[in-house]
């Protein structure tokens, strides 16, 4: 019987275990810095949104992120391109955003807030920006400004899921 309970307590420890990394931090390593990102979080509230986002989506032939763009990131530039990403969500983005739907409303504030307060730790960075990484992110102003800033948000939040994907990608400290 002791045998028993001690089995089922060191199964039940492995699975709390597993379940509480699923909320932890990342450590994203940059060039000059350190940055917690909570990709559970962040990948929770924007699966909340992306159907509704890319449903919404009427400019099908513009892409505004394209892969080529953010995984070409050169090395060095990694913080300099997350604190421009990061600006552009927060403050073009987010803040054209609007979905009918309150549930969503409520998960693109969240994402608008967890964008903030990686934005505000990174700012601590010390972030040297070239002028390639620069003018990628020039390049994605232009072309969300060709769209109604409405129709553009939607998109921008569609293509969403390719910054949390390069997120993912990054290197993270032990």
């Known amino acids: 019987m002791m045998k028993m309970l001690l089995g089922c307590s060191l199964c039940l420890l492995l699975l709390l275990n597993c ?12 060039a000059s810095c350190s ?3 909570h990709m559970h979080e962040l990948r929770k509230y924007y699966i909340d949104i992306r159907s509704d986002a890319i449903e919404s989506d009427s400019a099908i032939g513009v892409k505004l992120l394209d892969k ?3 995984n070409n990131v050169q090395d060095g530039q990694t913080c300099c391109f997350l604190r421009l990403v990061l600006r552009f969500y927060v403050e073009r983005v987010f803040s054209n955003y609007a979905s009918s ?4 409303q409520r998960c693109s504030s969240a994402l608008a807030n967890a964008f903030v307060s990686i934005r505000k730790d990174i700012n601590r960075c010390h972030c040297h920006c070239e002028e390639d990484t620069q003018r990628k992110i020039d390049s994605l102003h232009a072309e969300f400004i060709k769209l109604d800033i409405n129709q553009a948000a939607q998109k921008a939040v569609g293509e969403l899921d390719t910054v949390l994907e390069w997120l993912e990608g990054q290197k993270t400290l032990a």
Not at 101 to 104: L, S
């Open 35 to 37: 940055v917690n990102v």
């Open 68 to 70: 080529s763009l953010i």
């Open 19 to 30: 379940l509480s990394e699923l909320g932890e931090s990342r450590t994203l390593s940059l």
């Open 101 to 104: 739907h309150p549930q969503h």
